[in-house]
């Protein structure tokens, strides 16, 4: 089995670009299963309807989120099974932060969780996976780790060393170097990166980024427009043993001309 994980896609110009070249990359990494964190998906952060509908007609299987999931108040979304928020979200919370796709000859359980050093107070995530992983049925497992401590993410991607199928983590918007194959099973990325725009500070149009920065006042942000970089990251799986067999990053950096 074959898979993409495009990172954080921000606003209109991050749909765009997901929608321009996601689609070549499928065919490209003869991917089977193409998930999208959407979280920053709609104009002005977090996600809506219309950012999701975007994502889905692009492509995407399933859409994962994080710490804006619930920004825009738009609870109805999550009704879309294939609509994750964080696993570790207390029950009574909107949606579920576990998908299992079905693909036939294989299944893929697809699991959300957030971390909790310098964000929410949610569950703790690693007590969290313990309770699902049990009942799950099949070993291709993935998760989307939204997560701002590096330690947090690496913390947890050599807990589940062995467990699971692939511990990519988001949040960042900073694709990092450091991909492996943790225990010859599970794929590692502290972080996969974002889709936005290029002359920008975490896909945030570079002079109110840097107002806020300087002057440490409230600032409206607003999204950095095309040209965009999309980060992403291609895994296979052995579907019948769920180890990941390869793993590799992705980066497009568009011109002005694409």
């Keep these: 089995m074959n898979l993409l994980f495009f990172g954080d896609v921000v606003g209109e110009s991050g749909c765009q670009c997901f929608a321009a070249h996601a689609p070549a990359l499928k065919r490209q990494y003869k991917a089977d299963v193409v998930i999208v964190n959407g979280e920053n998906s709609a104009k002005g952060n977090g996600i809506t309807p219309q950012s999701a509908h975007a994502l889905f007609r692009a492509g995407a299987d399933v859409i994962t989120t994080g710490n804006h999931c619930f920004r825009r108040r ?25 998908f299992v796709l079905d693909g036939g000859r294989w299944s893929l359980a697809v699991i959300n969780l957030m971390g909790t050093a310098f964000l929410e107070p949610l569950d703790n995530p690693f007590t969290v996976i313990d309770a699902i992983l049990p009942t799950l049925s099949t070993p291709n497992i993935f998760i989307d780790f939204h997560a701002e401590a590096t330690a947090e993410k690496r913390a947890l991607g050599w807990y ?12 960042t918007h900073v694709q990092t170097a450091d991909e492996e194959i943790l225990d010859g099973h599970t794929g590692y990325l502290t972080d996969v990166g974002m889709v936005g725009g290029q002359r920008s500070v975490l896909g945030v149009s570079v002079e109110p980024a840097v107002a806020k920065q300087r002057f440490h006042m409230p600032i409206a942000f607003t999204e950095a427009s095309a040209p965009c970089v999309l980060q992403a990251v291609a895994l296979s799986m052995d579907e019948k043993s769920g180890k990941c067999t390869k793993i590799a990053r992705i980066i497009i950096k568009e011109t002005t001309n694409s």
């Design 160 to 171: 589940l060393a062995g467990k699971v199928s692939a511990v990519i983590g988001t949040h």
């Design 74 to 98: 738009c609870h109805e979304l999550f009704d879309n099974p294939r609509i994750l928020r964080p696993a570790n979200y207390p029950n009574g919370a909107p949606g579920s932060g576990l």
